[in-house]
């Protein structure tokens, strides 16, 4: 209102906020824009909505090649000749597996993967064992 009491007569603008990225990006706003005859640029991403994997590797080499490859990519496990030392110690002691596991502050578990030759040898674990059974054990026999 002016001053001296008229009403002021001039335009006044309203206008809709301008739409976000991710509203322009709506099928909806696409179509809209379509019906407009605005140009539209439609750009699928690679391998978007697909659960199927790529056909290269997050390494950059393809999935043949890599099923491919000749080289043989496997832990070192326990040989069997160090499985029988084990074995021959411990029974010549008199110990079973637990009380072993015990005396080398491990769990029995190990004992046994040791034993059944899963496990992939630690050298801590073995000069224990050595120290507990009187024997020198060997990493690889």
């Known amino acids: 209102m002016n001053a001296n009491g008229s009403q ?4 006044v603008v309203i206008r809709k906020k301008a739409p976000t990225n991710s ?7 696409v179509n809209a824009a379509r019906r ?7 750009v699928k991403k690679f391998n978007a909505g697909a ?3 790529a056909a290269q590797t997050t390494t950059g080499q393809s999935a043949a090649k890599l099923d491919a ?4 990519f496997h832990h070192q496990r ?14 010549a002691k008199k110990m079973t597996q637990a009380q072993l596991a015990q005396a080398i502050n491990e769990k029995p578990q190990i004992i046994q993967e ?4 899963k496990a992939i040898p630690n050298p801590q674990v073995l000069s224990k064992l050595s120290r507990v059974l ?8």
């Open 51 to 53: 659960n199927k994997p």
């Open 8 to 11: 002021d007569w001039d335009q």
């Open 36 to 42: 407009q005859g605005v140009a539209i640029d439609t």
């Open 114 to 117: 040791y034993e059944s030759g």
């Open 23 to 29: 509203q322009m990006k709506d099928e909806a706003a």
């Open 134 to 141: 009187g024997v020198t054990l060997k990493k690889s026999g």
């Open 69 to 72: 490859e000749t080289e043989d």
């Open 78 to 91: 326990v040989s069997s000749t160090l499985k029988t030392q084990i074995v021959q110690a411990r029974t």
